[in-house]
């Protein structure tokens, strides 16, 4: 085995987690991004960088499709969505018509995930006027998730915050009895472990070294299916954690998502610095 195809033995979460997306990645796929998502970017750059070097990329950010790629950055990020993009095209037009004919593999972050892969980005509160927090929005997943095939998941904080018995509201459609089109999420990646929806009830296929299955069920609100195989994640390979620190996220934009409060803004702040844009 080649020293670059060694497990590693020194990585962080956020690079386990974006290498576990790249690894569910096939060469000549269309993939899609929302907003503020660089641990999916980067595992969608690690992807084209190793095993799927015709990956194409379709972004929330300026509508734009693009084959080519760039750094994941921050005050700079359009310097890859629309300073490369082949095509672009407005929202709209974008998530009920485009989207649904090409069939992208999506990674969607929810708020709230109930145990049959429905989820919740509209607020948190039982009060649509008087919400306890209003959230991001809709964005486009309502027309997605009721057709898609490839609808993914990532959570970079597993909690009983966001894996709920019950959603305050939907926004993503999970496998229900009754649908026409589309199916349910496929596969789910978060701090803690992966998980599939094999029986269209939430099923927890590998936990990450240091993680064991207690904990993982402690941190969920609802019971979770055990998959008679499971066992402990891969972890990354020498080369894989190279090519994130060095060549895809050299400023390390992707940790942001498991970062809260003062260490986040502390982050932010370094990185518009190297950037250049303070």
Not at 43 to 55: E, F, Q, R, S, V
Not at 163 to 170: A, C, R
Not at 213 to 236: K, M, N, S, Y
Request: net charge negative; charged share 25%.
């Amino acid at each position: 085995m080649a020293r670059s195809d060694r497990p590693a033995e020194d990585y962080t979460i956020d690079e386990l987690m974006s290498v576990c997306i790249a690894r569910q990645l096939k060469d000549g796929e269309i993939v899609a991004q929302g907003l503020a998502t660089p641990l999916v970017v980067a595992g969608y750059l690690l992807a084209k960088l190793t095993h799927a070097p015709n990956l194409r990329f379709a972004s929330a950010i300026g509508q734009a499709l693009c084959e080519d790629w760039a750094p994941v950055g921050l005050a700079r990020i359009e310097d890859l969505w629309l300073g490369k993009a082949l095509m672009g095209d407005g929202f709209v037009r974008a998530a009920a018509d485009v989207l649904p004919r090409v069939a992208p593999t999506e990674f969607f972050r929810p708020a709230q995930i109930d145990a049959q892969g429905n989820f919740n980005n509209i607020a948190i509160g039982s009060d649509y006027e008087r919400p306890f927090m209003r959230l991001p929005g809709t964005g486009g997943i309502p027309d997605v998730t009721v057709v898609s095939h490839n609808v993914y998941i990532y959570v970079p904080r597993h909690s009983k915050v966001t894996f709920v018995e019950k959603l305050d509201f939907v926004s993503g459609l999970g496998h229900v009895p009754v649908r026409p089109h589309g199916a349910g999420p496929r596969y789910c990646i978060t701090d803690l472990g992966q998980f599939d929806w094999a029986s269209g009830r939430m099923r927890l296929t590998s936990y990450h070294p240091g993680v064991d299955i207690q904990r993982i069920q402690r941190r969920t609100g609802f019971e979770l299916e055990i998959a008679p195989d499971v066992h402990e994640t891969p972890p990354p390979t020498v080369e894989e954690v190279r090519l994130l620190r060095e060549e895809i996220d050299p400023l390390g934009v992707r940790k942001l998502e498991l970062l809260g409060g003062q260490a986040r803004k502390d982050l932010i702040r370094e990185i518009l610095r190297q950037e250049g844009a303070l």
